[in-house]
């Protein structure tokens, strides 16, 4: 009857026949052509043969909407509700489509019909709950029970009759019968059904595309549609790397472009050995000095292994969007070397649409999702090589799936969160090797959601790499343990992998490993011979100390690095500077500008202290950048002298890799050997304390720490880098760092409280935590159980589900001069251009204005403040912004010609130099004149 109706229809209403045959094609072709070798491995396993894995996973996708053929679902459309009443089937009165989702029906249904054929009920719902879940939400328990009861709007009597009849029609055109059998009595792992699930997805997505399967086919169309639609789709297959051969040093100069005469440094020797060698299938944590070429080890280690496990692509995430933004390109550059044919890449971030490198791909596919400017996106499907965007593997759900992913850890991190559709986002992350940079730089909040997602890895044996510069000791080992699925201690506490050829000494560089099985190995690379020797030094926060300072070592010239623990102070300072130290070019970088000011303002900082700057000229003045913690971990420069703030130990280890950082022959004498000033804090007390302004930006006892591992440094004993940085980090790390006798009542008081903050974060990030895949429930049933539900992961919204912060707002900076909306007048397009308050911008307008993105203070987003802010800013509204995909909705700060205004009675201004400016009651001075 359903198939007769399927060859019969031709109407408006998608047939569910055809539709049950277009999901079991695309499913075909994507086992086929898509997924990664590993992945169908890791199916094959599960099931017992290969053609009996690919067999069973395009009847799952066949049979996924199995629930539409049910009195609930086939009442919401009139004309199918008739034709089906008309060959005898009953519908209830009333019928109430919400009670029982069609999804769920799929799950119950199927369910029923293997048991039937004798399954175990376990093992079938195993089976069953991709069906159930592949609206993006798995069927919890409860909700299976509710609907189970309602058997009217499930379908009694005629209603199974038909139902059946369409699973045999699904399992007679896969061909599914002798696979089936074969796999009752072999019930699928979590892993499995997770990834079959976002497989389904995939191909319910294509074959629900009007644009690519037409709702009403012809009846000589049914046959050959499926590859018709799979042609014009043009999905490309995924990266098939093969595991390169040869001299080591020669494939780096290959990958890499080195000059010559360039050898490797042993740690990049040793991850190449390593990765060559033994099971592919594993966790590396690589602990290496800033400028060891971490990234090039990360990425060629990442190229072994993908072809030795069979992975088709490689994820590398990273702490912020201007990491990930200059990583695109060095990934593009590495890939354009490293593969022969073309890759779809995705750039996985908020602002992705700025970013040059990844806007300006080539652009594949036939429906434009994202982009809809030839102008701007180039389109070119006669491409044969390099890094292409694809129209379909666009966007926050399905970008995750390109072969090549780059972009913020959050991005990954979403892969451990309660939310819909995480299927798909695991899929994605289980069919690459996943680079984590700089894992170090997660707090506790944060980590809870690393410890996971490395968990689920290990449980899909993902070949992963973690990268830091400083890396706490019982870290390393925690997330090995994750890694291996090794179970919790008790009360909750993370496991740890011990690893048995650690020697009580710190070792530096490190490279610790463990296979997914729980097989650990480390690797102690010698030291590459780089070393850094350096004075550190205790000064006063006051101006005249710095002002003499400054001028004294940079008297012949040469470069310094002021950094600031806030915005305020990195204002103040550079503002100060400038009126003290005239003889000086003073700049200022922080996180408080416009997104077009920064840029400009870090390309400069790179042109002028990056690695290749031009030799400095004898008259050259000196140069001095004052800047906040985005100088720790965005921007690739090299001063001559450092003055920082005090802050926790690894993040002054990291602002210390830029200082001295290339080899230079040209600096001037008073600053020959590298030197680090600490200040921010008043010395006179024991223990030292933070100055105001810099003592809430970071845990007391992790300022108290790194206070007690500087100590013998401060005392006059040299900082040598790298040989120090492990004794510094783990001294950091202890339960009781060594410190004087009258610091331990402080220590005592601050330890308790960061305790307590770290277990309320945990806890909070427990909420929304991804189940471990070592839990002990057998199937998906309830795996997003008090979930986030539907979550815009470029969102504030959904950063902060992964980040422990107060929502930052984002507001666009605009200005109105006689009436008129104008742009920034500094701006090196569209300066001072009028802005269409009741038209749509023009496409390369809007992305300029999304490129004039500021975040506002924290003080306007707390708990307290951030309805009022929200509802003063909302007050501002252009309607034609409203129909623009990248300023709809979009909160607008609009100043008047001076560059002023308020918000919710607080003064501010914008200052194309010094960034935005906040001005009270209580700080007159920092808007003196400016707004009068």
């Known amino acids: 009857m359903w198939a007769k109706y399927a060859r019969e229809a031709n109407d408006a209403s998608l047939p569910l026949a055809v539709h049950m045959a277009d999901s079991g094609g695309v499913a075909e072709r994507l086992w086929d052509h898509w997924l990664s070798p590993h992945l169908r491995g890791l199916v094959a396993e599960a099931i017992g043969d290969p053609e009996d894995a690919r067999t069973v996973v395009i009847w799952l996708a066949a049979v996924h909407d199995i629930g539409k053929a049910s009195p609930a679902f086939v009442s919401q459309v009139p004309l199918l509700k008739e034709r ?43 089976y069953a709950i991709v069906p159930g879940g592949h609206h993006g939400a798995p069927p919890d328990d409860h909700a299976l029970q509710e609907v189970a009861l309602r058997t009217d709007h499930v379908g009694e009597g005629p209603w199974v009759v038909a139902q059946d009849e369409l699973l045999d029609f699904a399992t007679e055109i896969t061909d599914a019968a002798r696979a089936l059998d074969r796999a009752r009595d072999r019930p ?52 098939t790397p093969t595991e390169p051969a040869g001299d080591a040093d020669e494939l780096f100069h290959a990958r890499f472009d080195l000059p010559h005469g360039v050898t490797l440094r042993p ?84 602002k992705a649409f700025l970013n040059d490198d990844f806007r300006g791909l080539v652009h594949l596919g036939d429906v434009i999702d994202l982009y809809d400017d030839p102008a701007v996106m180039t389109r070119g499907d006669g491409t ?32 451990a969160l309660k939310v819909k559709h995480v299927a798909l986002r695991q899929l994605a992350l289980a069919s690459k090797v996943v680079v984590i940079d700089e894992v170090h730089a ?29 890396l706490d000791p019982a870290l390393r080992e925690s997330l090995a343990a994750a ?106 970088v922080h996180a408080r500008l416009v997104a077009a000011h920064r840029m400009r303002r870090e390309a400069a900082l790179r042109t002028r202290l990056g690695p290749g700057r031009p030799t400095r000229a004898d008259d050259e003045r000196p140069f001095i950048v004052v800047g906040t913690q985005v100088l720790e971990q965005s921007l690739d420069i090299d001063v001559d002298l450092m003055v920082s703030d005090l802050a926790p130990i690894d993040l002054i280890l990291q602002r210390v890799g830029r200082l001295h950082r290339h080899d230079r022959d040209d600096r001037p004498t008073a600053v020959t050997a590298p030197r680090l000033v600490v200040t921010g804090v008043d010395w006179s007390t024991s223990p030292p304390t933070l100055v105001a302004g810099v003592d809430t930006i970071y845990e007391s006892a992790a300022t108290l720490a790194s206070l007690a591992g500087l100590a013998p440094h401060l005392a006059g004993r040299p900082l040598t880098l790298p040989d120090d940085v492990p004794g510094l980090v783990a001294t950091a790390a202890s339960a009781a760092p060594p410190m004087p006798a009258d610091w331990v009542s402080a220590w005592v008081e601050a330890d308790a409280a960061t305790r307590r903050a770290r277990a309320d974060q945990r806890r909070r990030a427990g909420t929304y935590l991804l189940p471990a895949p070592s839990a002990p429930t057998r199937t998906l ?90 509802n003063a800013l909302e007050k501002t509204v252009y309607p034609g912004w409203q129909r623009s995909r990248f300023l709809a909705g979009q909160l607008v700060l609009e100043l008047d010609e001076r560059l002023c205004g308020e918000i919710d009675g607080i003064p501010i201004r914008y200052d194309a130099d010094l960034g935005l400016l906040v001005g009270t009651a209580a700080e007159p001075e920092r808007m003196s004149g400016a707004c009068d």
């Open 84 to 126: 089906i009443r008309t060959a005898g089937l009953t519908f209830p009165d009333p019928v109430d489509s919400r009670r029982a989702p069609h999804s769920i029906v799929s799950h119950l249904v199927l369910e029923r019909w293997l048991v039937a054929r004798g399954w175990n009920p376990t093992t079938a719902t195993s």
């Open 267 to 350: 740690v990049q020797r040793a991850a190449i050995e390593l990765a060559r060698s033994g099971d592919p299938h594993r966790l590396l944590i690589v602990e290496a000095p800033m400028g060891e070429g971490k990234t090039e080890l990360a990425l060629l280690v990442a190229e072994i292994l993908a072809a030795r496990a069979g992975c088709g692509g490689v994820g590398v995430a990273l702490p912020t969007m201007a990491t990930s933004d200059g990583m695109f390109g060095r990934v593009r550059d590495w890939l354009g070397r490293a593969s022969d044919g073309i890759q779809t890449s995705h750039l996985a971030h908020g």
């Open 384 to 415: 044969t090589r390099g890094l292409v965007t694809h129209a379909w593997m666009s966007g926050r759900k399905k970008g995750a799936l390109a072969s090549i992913l780059v972009g913020t850890i959050d991005q990954d991190l979403f892969g």
């Open 483 to 588: 890694y291996a699925g090794t179970p919790p201690g008790r009360n909750g506490r993370r496991a740890t992998v011990r690893f048995p050829e650690m020697l009580e000494e710190a070792a530096y560089p490190l490279i610790t490993s463990v296979t997914a099985n729980g097989v650990p190995q480390v690797v102690r690379p010698a030291a590459s011979g780089r070393s850094s020797v350096m004075q550190v030094e205790a000064v006063q926060d006051d101006d005249d100390t710095l002002v003499t300072l400054l001028t004294e070592a940079l008297e012949r010239g040469g470069s310094a690095a002021v950094i600031r623990n806030t915005v305020r102070r990195a204002q103040d300072t550079a503002r100060m500077l400038r009126e003290r130290m005239p003889h000086a070019d003073v700049e200022i």
């Open 188 to 239: 699928l792992p979590k892993t499995v059904q997770m990834i079959v699930t976002g497989l389904v997805i995939m191909a319910d997505w294509i074959a629900s595309s009007a644009d690519h399967f037409p709702l009403a086919p012809d009846n000589h169309q049914l046959d050959n549609r499926v590859d018709a639609a799979w042609q014009r789709l043009g999905l490309v297959a995924p990266w």
């Open 781 to 870: 049933v309830g795996l997003l159980a008090a979930g986030v539900g539907r979550l815009d992961e470029d969102s504030v919204l959904g950063q902060q589900q992964v980040r422990d912060s107060d929502a930052s707002i984002e507001v666009i900076v605009l200005r109105r001069v006689d009436g008129e909306l104008r742009m920034l007048d500094d701006l090196e397009q569209y300066g001072d251009a009028r802005v269409p308050e009741h038209d749509e911008p023009a496409f390369s307008l809007a992305l300029a204005l999304a490129g004039c993105t500021i975040r506002l203070p924290p003080r306007f987003s707390r708990s307290w403040a951030i309805e009022r802010t929200i």
């Open 442 to 470: 997660s707090d506790s909040y944060m980590l809870e959601y690393a410890h996971r997602l490395v968990a689920w890895l290990g449980a899909y044996r993902v070949p992963t790499i973690l990268l830091s510069a400083t």
